[in-house]
């Protein structure tokens, strides 16, 4: 079991052990590698090999850790090439400043110290779609942060430890200083973008690889067009994220499937699946939908125990590509909100997540380390349970 040095997970998914090792953390109190699994042979492809964690010293057996390393024993990684192990698209590639940050803020978590590793930045309310389950709809007021804000927001998060900066909106793609946002997050931290694929064309997925964007968040809420389309309130969304899928792989961008899941699409988890081996992206990315925004009053949709149930198995037998469940993630850490996640609209109201529609402050009035050490007293940190799925 990972945590204890015993390798459990080798051979998981009939990988052979071998290939390269990685170097997760270093220190007198824990030492920590992932060794990269040969490959197999599977409907006449060869497979990515799974990843094998290995952990030694005092911290090693405390439950937290354990559970940290746990998450990627034996699972698929994301993307390999011969310089770096990218565990997810969610997390910084190994080696690099951006993961030993990551790594040092999850330690010091031990003793209590919360750092911001991820921050999302909702750029623009300007977007095409109207989404029945968008978290923040447009106010109608046009808000967007500009370019100079924005940048002074990176400057300060970086500053405060954050190693995700994730652009988000409205329709981020649609913000024309796009890439100087991008190319002002230096290798302290990696940036993501979230995108339903308006706007998200092959020229700005090249200008936005050469600024230095990590990975690009596709999201989709049904495998089926008519479906998608009639959720974002617009024909042709569909095919704009089939496009935008295709325009941030040939770019050389990692690609994650981003999927909102609610009762009505639970039927298809094997057709996302299928869909996102078919466009070969990298991951797969589950998330529980939230009653907050434009559902903030149906309270029937979130999953059920058994829908939870059916998740979990799905995940466990799943090939690739690699899925991440945010689902399964809370049942072992708990909410993130104000733990190590931090969301600002276009207002520039800090929330202590994106689900989460309550300010503690304002960045044009304060400091953003202020408000975060004031968000400590956020009552729901590391709750089993969504605070707005109660």
């Not at 700005?204 to 089926?224: F, M, Q, T």
Request: overall charge neutral; aromatic content about 8%.
């Amino acid at each position: 079991m990972a945590g204890d040095g015993t390798g459990e997970g080798a051979g998981k998914g009939g990988a052979k052990p071998g290939g390269k090792s990685y170097s997760l953390y270093d220190s007198p109190l824990l030492r920590a590698r992932a060794r990269l699994q040969e490959g197999q042979a599977q409907e006449g492809q060869m497979q990515q090999g799974r990843v094998l964690v290995d952990a030694r010293g005092p911290l090693a057996h405390l439950p937290l850790v354990k559970s940290a390393l746990q998450m990627f024993d034996g699972q698929l990684p994301a993307h390999t090439d011969s310089e770096k192990l990218c565990l997810s698209t969610w997390i910084p590639p190994i080696p690099g400043r951006a993961f030993s940050r990551l790594a040092d803020s999850r330690l010091w978590a031990l003793s209590g110290r919360r750092t911001p590793d991820q921050v999302t930045i909702s750029i623009t309310e300007e977007c095409p779609n109207r989404c029945a389950h968008c978290a923040l709809p447009n106010s109608g007021n046009k808000l967007c942060l500009a370019p100079h804000i924005v940048k002074d927001i990176i400057c300060q998060i970086l500053d405060m430890g954050t190693t995700l900066v994730i652009f988000d909106g409205g329709e981020p793609a649609l913000y024309r200083e796009l890439p100087e946002l991008v190319a002002s997050v230096d290798d302290r931290a990696i940036s993501t973008l979230f995108t339903s694929g308006a706007g998200f064309t092959a020229l700005l997925a090249r200008r936005l690889k050469e600024a230095g964007l990590y990975a690009v968040n596709v999201s989709l809420d049904s495998p089926i067009e008519a479906e998608h389309d009639a959720m974002r309130g617009r024909d042709g969304v569909f095919s704009e994220a089939m496009q935008a899928m295709e325009n941030a792989l040939a770019a050389g961008l990692l690609v994650d499937l981003y999927v909102v899941l609610r009762r009505e699409n639970m039927p298809h988890l094997q057709g996302f699946h299928e869909l996102a081996r078919r466009m070969k992206v990298h991951e797969l990315t589950f998330f529980e939908v939230v009653c907050t925004g434009r559902w903030s009053e149906r309270q029937n949709i979130a999953l059920l125990p058994a829908d939870h149930a059916h998740l979990a198995d799905f995940v466990r037998n799943a090939g690739s590509p690699r899925i991440f469940s945010v689902p399964e993630a809370y049942k072992s850490f708990g909410c993130f909100a104000a733990t190590n996640w931090m969301h600002i609209t276009p207002a520039g109201e800090v929330y202590p997540c994106s689900c989460y529609p309550e300010s503690w402050g304002s960045i044009f009035e304060e400091p953003i380390k202020k408000i975060w050490r004031r968000m400590g007293a956020f009552p729901y940190k590391k709750s089993k349970v969504c605070p707005m799925r109660k």
